[in-house]
């Protein structure tokens, strides 16, 4: 009998289908793993793309720029979920697998290691062609700056801030994910996905695969920044290793124990065994 009267998957049904699509996701052949997983990268980077844009907008105050700037990031997390790719925050999920024991610890560890890595190639390179297309010079060059302060404040950032706004994050982009897997249509994923990750973007909690588009291109962009700008020394390639060394370490504990853990031992602990 259906408890919810809507149509959607219950909360049951989504921790099931979590854990069938991790046990798929750990078992993808390696060529698969690390083309979508290049793809989900370049996906979150267009993502931080539009974001830039909005921000940039000084007319705009601040909650409307950072509200508005979240809801139009949404668009990387809808390409990946609709589209399909392999990101690596969402993909912290497979610990549900893991835990029910459908997947081994070295399916797990190869699956995020192979797809964190991917990640970065997908969005590291969407920065290197960005910043060859000209587009920062869009708003008389405010979309450069904007880029150059948000790379060089991540990247001088304590790293236990850092660590904390990874977990929460990630709680909200795997809520995010959990959401959508209840939807049978492209609407309804689009209406699971928006408000989680504009809440996490508006808050300025730390995306690891985001701060993969955006450091590089910041890094790009630096030699044209006036010295004067905040935090410029910061903006690093040992501040790029600085900031996703706690932010990845803190989006694996916000996704993995705070939503894929937690999940299995209300749904999955005593569930009959698939078929």
């Known amino acids: 009998m259906a408890v919810y009267g809507f149509d959607a998957f219950a909360p049951a049904e989504i921790a099931e289908r979590v854990e069938n699509v991790g046990v798929a996701k750990a078992r993808l052949p390696l060529l698969q793993t690390v083309l979508l997983g290049m793809l989900a990268g370049a996906f979150i980077g267009l993502g931080s793309l539009y974001f830039v844009l909005v921000t940039s907008d000084a007319s ?12 139009v990031f949404s668009l990387g997390l809808l390409l990946v979920v609709v ?11 497979l610990a549900m697998a893991w835990a029910d024991r459908r997947i081994s610890t070295a399916e797990l560890l190869r ?3 192979i797809v964190c890595c991917a990640n970065f190639i997908g969005a590291a390179g969407l920065a290197v062609i960005v910043w060859l297309s000209g587009h920062p010079a869009m708003n008389g060059g405010k979309v450069a ?9 991540k990247c001088a ?33 689009l209406a699971a996905i928006v408000l989680p990750v504009s809440a996490f973007v508006a808050a300025g909690f730390e995306h690891s695969i985001a ?14 920044m006036p010295a004067d700008l905040a935090h410029l020394d910061a903006l690093s390639l040992s501040g790029l290793v600085a900031n996703l060394v706690p932010v ?24 009959a065994p698939p078929n």
């Open 157 to 189: 950032a304590p790293a236990a801030t850092l660590f904390w706004k990874g977990v929460l994050c990630n709680i909200l982009v795997c809520m995010a994910v959990w959401m959508a897997m209840a939807g049978r249509s492209v609407v309804d994923k």
């Open 83 to 93: 589209a399909g790719a392999e990101l690596f925050t969402g993909n912290n999920l």
């Open 60 to 71: 705009l105050g601040f909650a409307a720029s950072r509200v508005l700037g979240g809801v």
């Open 111 to 113: 699956n995020w290691v």
């Open 211 to 224: 701060n993969m588009y955006l450091i590089p291109l910041g890094l790009l962009l630096k030699p044209d």
């Open 145 to 153: 700056t904007q880029v150059v302060l948000l790379a060089a404040a």
């Open 248 to 271: 990845i370490a803190g989006n694996l504990l916000g996704g993995s124990v705070l939503v894929a853990l937690v999940y299995h031992l209300i749904y999955r602990r005593h569930a």
